[in-house]
Nanobody, 116 residues
């Protein structure tokens, strides 16, 4: 069964850094057409944070551009989100998503809390 195992979330002070990891299993990782990170804060809709296409092109929400970096390691079947200069408004549940064979697969989410 396809699974995305997320890790790296936690509590951090404003200005700090975290790296989220999303390890995929049961998915043809190298053939994925899109990978991305999304987040959802209480009372808010889920929003796109960063994406990476199969060709390596990246796209970032304006609110995180310059602070966050999405990357992948095909050998480890893992997608990462490096988050620097974290702000309280970054507090949310972060989800990774991988698109393969016309279907989106989602992680269970990991909580990121940034204190002021």
């Amino acid at each position: 069964q396809a699974q995305l195992e997320e890790s790296g979330g936690g509590l951090v002070q404003a200005g700090g850094s975290l790296r989220l990891s999303c390890a995929a299993s049961g998915i043809m990782f190298s053939l994925s057409t899109m990978m991305g990170w999304y987040r959802q804060a209480p009372g808010r809709q889920r929003e796109l944070v960063a994406t990476m296409s199969s060709g390596g092109s990246t796209n970032y929400a304006s609110s995180v551009k310059g602070r966050f970096t999405i990357s992948r390691d095909n050998a480890k079947k893992t997608v990462y989100l490096q988050m620097n200069s974290l702000k309280p408004e970054d507090t949310a549940v972060y989800y990774c998503s991988i698109r393969w064979a016309g279907k989106d697969y989602w992680g269970q989410g990991t909580q990121v809390t940034v204190s002021s």
